[in-house]
């Protein structure tokens, strides 16, 4: 099995809530990535978990908070979104950051900022 | 990571075989050639990933040139359903991650 499950699949924001997206594996996999996707762009990379902790961020913007509760759970809290961040938001986990390692995503989660 | 260089767009017809090539003359001694797919609106698909030899699973064989310098995916016989955006991606040396290029996009016809 080498599934990345993400949810919700679909969220409407307005610009002062705050909501998070979820993504969950059940691989055994100790590293865990957030990347984002603008529509006729390549993903781009956000945020990096490793062993629960994070590795590296990608200058993203303090509006956009990852956490990682657990070995299995990766969540990106959303608070005080611009509509421009309206994008798919991918995760993906790999055994850990070892080179050579296959890195499995999720179908995503779109998010629409309005 | 190396970076990679891919022709933006292909058109391979339904049944024949789809060589999807891709240049990254910068690699260097530690690092991967991954393959990955993203059919429009899904997560990226990985297909298949080599070091040095060349290498087939199930979905496509990878074919890496002696001096690791370029790569070709080969799909052997392409469907309607390999319609897609293919990535080439070079990684190693910043630990294990990907940084997407423009990738090649796939048009398989009838």
């Known amino acids: 099995d080498t599934e990345v499950t993400q949810t919700p699949k679909h969220l409407v924001m307005g610009m002062t809530n705050k909501k998070s997206l979820k993504c969950e594996q059940h691989m055994g996999h100790r590293a865990m990535y957030w990347y984002k996707q603008k529509a006729k762009k390549p993903p781009e990379l956000m945020f990096v978990y490793s062993y629960e902790k994070l590795s590296i961020n990608e200058s993203v913007p303090s509006r956009f908070s990852p956490e990682c509760p657990n070995s299995s759970l990766l969540n990106l809290h959303l608070h005080a979104l611009q509509p421009e961040d309206s994008a798919l938001y991918l995760c993906?986990?790999?055994?850990?950051?070892?080179?050579?390692?296959?890195?499995?995503f999720g179908e995503g989660s779109w998010l629409t900022v309005v | 990571d190396a970076k990679t260089t891919q022709p933006p767009s292909m058109d391979c017809a339904e049944g024949r075989a789809a060589n999807l090539p891709c240049n990254h003359s910068?690699?260097?001694?530690?690092?991967?050639v991954y393959w990955y797919r993203q059919i429009h609106s899904q997560g990226p698909q990985y297909i298949i990933h080599g070091l040095k030899n060349n290498e087939t699973n199930e979905m496509a064989s990878l074919i890496i040139t002696e001096d690791r310098k370029s790569s070709t995916l080969i799909l052997p016989h392409a469907t309607l359903r390999d319609t897609a955006v293919y990535y080439c991606?070079?990684?190693?040396?910043?630990?294990?991650?990907?940084?997407f290029g423009g990738g090649t996009r796939l048009m398989v016809k009838p």
């Open positions: 993906a986990s790999s055994q850990d950051r070892g080179t050579g390692n296959t890195i499995y």
């Open positions: 910068t690699i260097s001694g530690n690092e991967y």
């Open positions: 991606i070079v990684s190693g040396e910043a630990g294990n991650m990907l940084t």
